[in-house]
């Protein structure tokens, strides 16, 4: 599996981005897709994920409302709409995938990053 993020950027508080995520080397329907970031000096976290059926999303809170994670699955591609940024969205976004019949719930495929930064 591999996985390339892309759309990062420079905008203003309130300002919007869009991220994608390409998937390649499996069936990308069966896969459980997310985003993580990972802020300067900070620990990564989880920001939302996208389930490999019915596609029922998850958001963390710090992001819910703004943010909304979509998939497309003939395209095999991962989006994150980005809205009402703040600079505390400051971070390098991180596309990941875990298959859906895995035992554990680690996320096993990372993307490079993509880096996303707010200012005030």
């Known amino acids: 599996v591999q996985l390339q993020a892309s759309g990062g950027g420079s905008v203003q508080t309130g300002g919007s981005l869009r991220l994608s995520c390409a998937f390649s080397?499996?069936?990308?329907?069966?896969?459980?897709m997310a985003w993580f970031r990972q802020a300067p000096g900070k620990e990564r976290e989880f920001v939302a994920n996208i389930y490999w059926s019915r596609g029922n999303p998850y958001y963390a809170d710090s992001v819910k409302g703004r943010f909304t994670i979509s998939r497309d699955n003939p395209k095999n591609m991962l989006y994150l709409q980005m809205n009402g940024l703040k600079p505390e969205d400051t971070a390098v976004y991180y596309c990941?995938?875990?298959?859906?019949?895995?035992?554990?719930?680690?996320?096993?495929?990372w993307g490079q990053g993509t880096l996303v930064t707010v200012s005030s």
């Open positions: 990941a995938a875990r298959h859906h019949a895995a035992a554990s719930t680690e996320y096993n495929y």
């Open positions: 080397g499996r069936a990308f329907i069966n896969w459980t």
